[in-house]
């Protein structure tokens, strides 16, 4: 989706409609300073370098499997990339390939929508989060409406998917990027049982 030769001008674009929402994203996660954060579909890596900031002793892992994107993102994070404090993997989130209970949060800025099944989405990330850590998601309103016919939708099906996978404390409301014309979602991973992700996930029950 964004590859191919109109992936640079994507990520130029990306770049600067999605500045306030990653700042916002990070504010709301509050993460201390040696936190170790797994960043989803980081596009330009606008929103990591400015995590990075907020992380001097911190580690961030960036997944997106766009390989303009993490071209783009590497230019801009070069330094922090050297130094190891970023590294990046060009892959999806369902697939991070972190040991479990690696990650002291999350963050997704116009990604969770993209995910399908948000299942698959869902457990990963309850399974490379430490108990008690959260995601902070913020996502366009017209996005949202796009990809899943109304924010509703989008909304019911993503707190049934977390919820599920073990998620707890969700929240949701207008962010303040696009003047409010944006979703917040926040999900705090609960304790996990060993055998919660041998449970049927609820999109199976639907009809094909």
């Not at 990809?147 to 929240?171: I, M, N, P, Q, Y």
């Amino acid at each position: 989706m964004f590859d191919g030769p109109a992936g640079h001008l994507v990520a130029s674009i990306m770049a600067r409609m999605n500045r306030q929402a990653e700042l916002e994203a990070i504010e709301q996660l509050n993460p201390s300073p040696e936190s170790r954060i797994l960043v989803i579909g980081f596009g330009s890596g606008v929103g990591l370098k400015a995590l990075a900031g907020r992380l001097p002793q911190g580690r961030i892992l960036g997944v997106d499997p766009s390989a303009a994107m993490n071209a783009s993102a590497a230019r801009r994070c070069r330094t922090e990339m050297d130094s190891g404090r970023i590294r990046l993997v060009r892959s999806t989130a369902e697939h991070t390939g972190e040991p479990d209970a690696s990650f002291d949060g999350a963050i997704a800025v116009n990604v969770l929508m993209l995910c399908n099944p948000i299942s698959a989405t869902a457990r990963e990330l309850s399974r490379v989060l430490k108990p008690g850590a959260e995601l902070v998601s913020l996502t366009h309103d017209w996005a949202l409406k796009r990809h899943s016919g109304s924010v509703a939708s989008w909304l019911a099906a993503t707190c049934a998917a977390f919820k599920h996978s073990g998620f707890v404390e969700l929240r949701h409301f207008a962010a303040e990027a696009e003047k409010g014309a944006s979703v917040a979602f926040i999900a705090r991973n609960g304790v996990r049982h060993p055998e919660h992700h041998l449970q049927k996930d609820p999109e199976s029950n639907q009809a094909p």
